[in-house]
């Protein structure tokens, strides 16, 4: 069925850049809106950023101005460009879409996470 395939998180220094990317493969009728959540240990997932494929986007006031969201509604992927790296930034990020599969109603889809670590 849906699956999301997070790839590119590891680990950096304060102050240096990663890019995370997801791939949604499937059943794919239609993609509404693809983003990220993170999970730092001990904390509850939150919100990172949001991307609909209208291209209007939704950035945590934490990561503004230093992230950007991207998506290619054409292959089916959304990226995240993490500049200005901080500790606090360290997390498990979990892709997430809004999906619409093939005859099937539109729900959320999450990817199994990857471990972005910024050392100070």
């Known amino acids: 069925q849906v699956q999301l395939v997070e790839s590119g998180g590891g680990l950096v220094q304060a102050g240096g850049s990663l890019r995370l990317s997801c791939a949604a493969s499937g059943n794919i009728l239609r993609i509404y ?20 494929n209208g291209g209007t986007t939704n950035y945590a006031d934490s990561v503004k101005g230093r992230f950007t969201i991207s998506s290619d509604n054409a292959k ?9 790296l901080k500790p606090e930034d360290t997390a498990v990020y979990y892709c997430y879409a809004n999906i619409r599969p093939i005859g099937g109603s ?11 670590t910024v050392s100070s």
């Open 33 to 52: 809106v693809m983003g990220w959540y993170r999970q730092a240990s001990g904390k509850q997932r939150e919100l990172v950023a949001i991307v609909t």
């Open 76 to 84: 089916n992927t959304v990226s995240l460009q993490m500049n200005s």
């Open 106 to 116: 539109v729900r959320d889809y999450w990817g199994k996470g990857t471990l972005v």
